[in-house]
């Protein structure tokens, strides 16, 4: 009897140090309202409305902006109301957004002051372009020209500070209506990952063994 009872212990011990560390949950919306639900509406937002110098790096109370990379031009965060119809579909809200030329394959950069685990934003481009998005998550999102997307980014566990977006093609790319910071619901218990539920089988199959010779 002291064989099988180390045996389940050694396959109980095997089966919670696997499902110990399971990876950060994180999920992508393409759909704002759906974003909104998740993180239970008690986000910063910037519409970024207030007219501001073109540079390389602007910033925005705790959000910083940095266009970065590129050949040949100087890169720029420009306030896109003073360049109107140089990207349609934004602003989104309000009358003013922000844009960066790609410049040969510059990304722009929003980088957060203090750890967020939600993030969302309009944006749309020039000509059609694809544009991957990078830092707190890996997705692409597929933009129309003049045609407004959405993307938003949320952490079940975890959290970030950076989230880029390097779109391909040499589009201008213009985004508005910035929602980040902590979410206040929605949470989901973390589920445990495919090889922390096979390491976890070794456990079950003893209990039961031990169930078939006790009767």
Not at 39 to 65: C, H, K, Q, R, W
Not at 68 to 90: C, D
Request: net charge negative; charged share 10%; no cysteine.
């Amino acid at each position: 009897m002291r064989k099988w009872g180390m045996l389940l212990g050694v396959a109980l011990a095997i089966g919670l140090l696997g499902g110990a560390r399971p990876a950060a949950a994180q999920t992508i919306y393409t759909d704002r309202a759906a974003f909104n639900a998740a993180v239970g509406g008690a986000l910063n937002f910037e519409s970024f409305e207030n007219n501001f110098a073109d540079a390389a790096s602007v910033t925005f109370g705790p959000v910083t902006v940095t266009e970065a990379g590129g050949e040949g031009t100087a890169p720029i965060i420009a306030q896109l109301r003073n360049y109107p119809g140089l990207v349609g579909g934004v602003p989104t809200h309000g009358t003013g957004a922000i844009g960066f030329d790609d410049n040969n394959e510059s990304y722009l950069v929003f980088d957060f002051a203090s750890p967020i685990n939600a993030f969302g934003v309009d944006l749309a481009a020039n000509v059609s372009s694809s544009v991957t998005v990078s830092g707190a998550a890996n997705t692409t999102v597929n933009l129309a020209a003049n045609t407004p997307a959405f993307i938003g980014i949320v952490f079940e566990s975890g959290t970030f500070n950076q989230v880029v977006f390097n779109p391909s093609g040499g589009p201008v790319v213009g985004f508005d209506a910035l929602a980040y910071g902590l979410k206040t619901s929605g949470d989901t218990p973390a589920v445990p990952e495919p090889g922390a539920l096979a390491l976890f089988l070794p456990a079950l199959a003893v209990v039961g063994i031990l169930k078939r010779r006790r009767s």
